[in-house]
């Protein structure tokens, strides 16, 4: 079972940790701080963890998980992409 952190108290979480629901024939995706930059924070990550159920494979039901790092030349601005900027919005926040 996925569980994640509301966003109380700031970016680092602080809030009660919710199940995410179950939806069939759905992923649920967990995004890093980049895509929080690239989008002006409309998308965010959140702090979640993977809590296992059902007592292993015998009784738990299967999980997958796949993982994709984007790891940038530390030379590369990371700003706010143009069209995620808020109206009146000159610069990124």
């Known amino acids: ?3 994640l952190r509301r966003r109380e108290g700031g970016r680092e979480g602080g809030g009660e940790w919710v199940p995410v629901p179950e939806v069939g024939d759905s992923f649920v995706v967990n995004l890093g701080d980049l895509m929080g930059r690239w989008t002006n924070d409309w998308w965010v990550s959140t702090m979640h963890r993977v809590v296992e159920e059902g007592g292993g494979e015998e009784g738990g039901k299967r999980r997958q998980a796949m993982a994709f790092f984007c790891n940038l030349p530390a030379k590369v601005m990371v700003e706010c992409l143009e069209t995620c900027r808020r109206e009146g919005e000159a610069e990124p926040r």
């Open 1 to 3: 079972m996925e569980v």
